[in-house]
């Protein structure tokens, strides 16, 4: 059996997830992730490297003997680094598992995706793509538009870039400030949709444009406060499985969504090979896309890889080689985490705070966001999302409450999580 080198790109709880699954491997040979965190340092080797300068990336790549890289966060993947891996004849060999920026655009450019959709019948909300010097007609849509409605910035945002407005007044003012620079480029343009009112859930593929394999189905919660009131975060916790998703659900999911968006690629003659997140909202029993991210979901990873009892790592060298694929078996336990913040996030907040758990309850992970190790006072707090909390169990309250205990041993100044999430898809807590 071959063993893979493989370098994770990435410094969050998604790549410490996905670091812990790919280290369990018989298929992994030596694992490095860049830059990574307090946490993937305890099951991999953590190279302090700029992702950014391809350089630095290349020879990380040449001087490790790196046989798969695997991209986890978006940024890269828009700016095109495995275009790059893929240009370069030192790397001719090296196998990528993650989409060059055609393909990336899914979800670098909203207004893209939605043409993509529109093009291929994929069912979403309505829409209109506006610029800044159509600031006036913008208004203008907003003003005939039935209301709430849902303002989002073309480009990258950090997760942070779709404002839904009750009313006219306060959808003006968000175009206003998206235009005038709240998100830098990414807001030159902006899409102005319909608000489709349901339940959102996240379907996950790893596909080579042909084959694909679909990973456990999430649901995320975006909200700071319980009650999903506040500000947006890049998500505060996680469940996995989505009881309402049953198999009727994703027959249409895969029907409509899924084999449409993998057909309009090869249409576009766009080469994908990588994750697929699809971010879904359920109308009346049926499934809306909401929008496409190119790489898995922060926290959703989080409570979906360690459900794949299988081997991830063999199925994506299968899927770039073009190999029949196995598919990974599935651990039928529901899973339920949260997400241990900075107070302040997701507006301004202080880092380098101790951060450590007292007496692990039985069962609990520990997914490291935004940690490093500081010489004094070791794992310290590096970022908004520090720490996330994993637990399962054959029941859902149970898998909450675990997740819940394992939270409120964690010990951190100023520490804040929500205490609610799950309970909209657990009937115990109805």
Known sequence: MDLYNILLIGSGGREHAMATHFASSKRCGRLYIAPGNAGTMEVG????????????????????NINLVVVGPEVPLVSGLVDRIHQDSDLADIMVFGPEAAGARLEGSKAFAKAFMQKYNIPTASYREFSK???DDAVDYILSHAMPIVIKADGLAAGKGVIISPNADEAITAVKCIFKGQFGAAGDRIVIE????????????ATNGEQYYTLPVAKDYKKILDGDLGPNTGGMGSVSPVPFVDDKMMRKVNERIILPTLHGL????????????FGLIEVGGEPYVIEYNVRMGDPETEVVFPRILGDM???MVDLIRGNPIEMPAIDSDFAAGVYIVSEGYPGDYEKGK?????????????????????????????????????????DMSMARKKALAGADAVRMEGKFY??????DIDSTAQ
């Not at 080797?45 to 490790?64: C, E, G, P, R």
């Not at 940690?371 to 996330?388: A, E, H, I, M, Y």
Request: aromatic content about 14%.
């Open 133 to 135: 010097y159509d600031a």
């Open 354 to 394: 101790a951060v450590f758990v007292e007496n692990v309850p039985n069962g609990c992970l520990y997914f490291h966001g935004g940690t490093k190790v500081d010489p004094q006072l070791g794992v310290v707090s590096n970022g908004g999302r520090v720490l996330f909390v994993f637990a399962k169990d054959k």
């Open 418 to 423: 929500r205490r609610d999430i799950g309970s």
């Open 266 to 277: 090869r249409q576009e003659g766009i080469p994908y090979v990588g994750f697929i997140f």
């Open 194 to 205: 319909s608000f489709l009112s349901g339940i959102e859930f996240s379907v996950f593929v």
């Open 45 to 64: 080797t953590n190279l302090v490297l700029n992702v950014a300068n391809f350089q630095a990336v290349k020879d990380a790549i040449l001087q490790y």
């Open 313 to 315: 790592v063999g199925l």
